[in-house]
Structures are given as C-alpha cells and as structure tokens.
Nanobody, 116 residues
Framework: QVQLVESGGALVQPGGSLTLSCAAS????????MRWYRQGPGKERELVAA????????KYADSVKGRFTISRDTAKSTVYLRMNSLKPEDTAVYYC?????????WGQGTQVTVSS
C-alpha cells in the first residue's frame, strides 16, 4: 500500500538546522511531484516547498526562501527538506505530500519545534 513516512523532526534552537526525510513506497515515486506542508499551532496548513517529478523545478513559500531546500533522491524514493537558520515561527508539524493528477497522498507528519 502507499506509504509516506516522515522523519527527522526534533527540538532545535533558533538559528539551528534540521533535515527532514520522507520515504515513499507503494507508488512510482518518479511520476509524482513532492511537496512539504506545515501546520503551526492555531494555524492553517501551508505549502512550504515543492519539487517537480524530475526535481528540476522547485518552489518555496516566501517565508522560507533562502533558508529551506527541497531535494529528492529517486533511487531511494525519498524527498528531503533541509532547513537552515530556523526561527521560532517555523515550529509546526511538517507533512510530506505526493501528487499526480487526481492522486494525492499524505504522510503522518513530524514535529519540528524551534525554541531556546
């Protein structure tokens, strides 16, 4: 069955870095665009970063541009989110998403907390 399993969430100090991973299985990873969303306390879920199926095209929310980098490894069927210069407002549950036409899958989320 389809699975998206996120990992890497942690408590980190402001200014720190973290890399999230999302391992995909049960579908053809290279056919799907991959996205990272997040939902902070009391906030709506928002798109953070996206990568096309090839990985050549990426886009980011304005709030994370220059700090976050999305990448994908087709051989490992894994998508990553490298997060640098973390701020308290980056605190959220981060979700992995795979999408192709009408097919869409979600992971269970991983908690990132930025606090001193």
């Amino acid at each position: 069955q389809v699975q998206l399993v996120e990992s890497g969430g942690a408590l980190v100090q402001p200014g720190g870095s973290l890399t999230l991973s999302c391992a995909a299985s049960g579908f053809t990873f290279s056919d799907y665009a991959m996205r990272w969303y997040r939902q902070g306390p009391g906030k709506e879920r928002e798109l953070v970063a996206a990568a096309s199926s090839s990985g050549y095209t990426t886009k980011y929310a304005d709030s994370v541009k220059g700090r976050f980098t999305i990448s994908r490894d087709t051989a490992k069927s894994t998508v990553y989110l490298r997060m640098n210069s973390l701020k308290p407002e980056d605190t959220a549950v981060y979700y992995c998403n795979a999408i192709r036409n009408r097919n869409e899958y979600w992971g269970q989320g991983t908690q990132v907390t930025v606090s001193s």
